[in-house]
């Protein structure tokens, strides 16, 4: 089945300052890999997300690249600003087959310094 | 429009005790499934439903069952709980048209001593 790894597990950054979190997959034939955050307390809420067809996709201060050949695919936060504290989670799943399982990464514990 | 809602949000229960969570979803959605949130290891689906009366087993069904016999609610039922079962267990569903956006419930937290 599919693997996902996560990484770095926690990351600690500047207020305005840039974070990047960054996942593999094992099954090439993902296509689809949303990005959840996770406030303590709370389920986890989508942020964005990309499809196998698209390299890249950005949603104001928040993007995420796709690289299909090496299997892996990065959270990117620019301008990071105190209320982006809190656990980022990626997944990876085969969309259009039964059920549109994800496979979840460990989760990236996200703290933005004012 | 509640979306996801799961019932209870707190539970402790003994070694050997029985308890059914309850997933509620107003959306009209197909796909249900429940999962597993433990420290430092993500989350792990232990079963889904792609519709009503049909169940499927996820990464780590053992020691769980559900039933979805109808199509807004998905129970997950704890026959002989265990310590190992201590968690938060979350819901979500997704439709099966259009985008593939999972909504997840608030959660359950349950300790098993």
């Known amino acids: 089945g599919e693997n996902v790894e996560q990484h770095p597990s926690t990351l600690s950054v500047q207020e305005g300052d840039s974070a990047v979190i960054k996942c593999t997959y094992s099954?090439?034939?993902?296509?689809?890999f949303p990005w959840y955050k996770q406030e303590l307390g709370k389920g986890p809420q989508l942020i964005i997300d990309i499809r196998s067809n698209v390299g890249e996709k950005k949603d104001q201060r928040i993007a995420v690249t796709l690289n299909k050949t090496a299997k892996h695919f990065s959270l990117h936060i620019t301008e990071t600003q105190p209320e982006d504290s809190a656990v980022y989670f990626c997944?990876?799943?085969?969309?259009?087959?039964?059920?549109?399982?994800?496979?979840f990464g460990e989760g990236t514990q996200l703290t933005v310094n004012p | 429009n509640a979306g996801v809602t799961q019932t209870p949000k707190f539970r402790v229960l003994k070694t050997g005790q029985s308890m059914t969570l309850l997933c509620a979803q107003d959306m009209n959605h197909e796909y249900m499934y429940w999962y597993r949130q433990d420290p430092g290891m993500g989350l792990r689906l232990i079963h889904y439903?792609?519709?009503?009366?049909?169940?499927a087993k996820g990464e780590v069904p053992d020691g769980y069952n559900v039933s979805r016999l109808k199509k807004q609610n998905f129970l997950l039922g704890l026959e002989s709980a265990a310590p190992s079962q201590t968690s938060v267990y979350f819901c979500a569903s997704i439709s099966n048209r259009g985008n593939d956006e999972q909504y997840f419930g608030p959660g359950t937290r349950l300790t098993v001593t």
């Open positions: 099954d090439s034939a993902s296509n689809y």
């Open positions: 439903s792609v519709g009503e009366g049909t169940t």
């Open positions: 997944a990876a799943s085969i969309r259009g087959t039964s059920g549109s399982r994800l496979t």
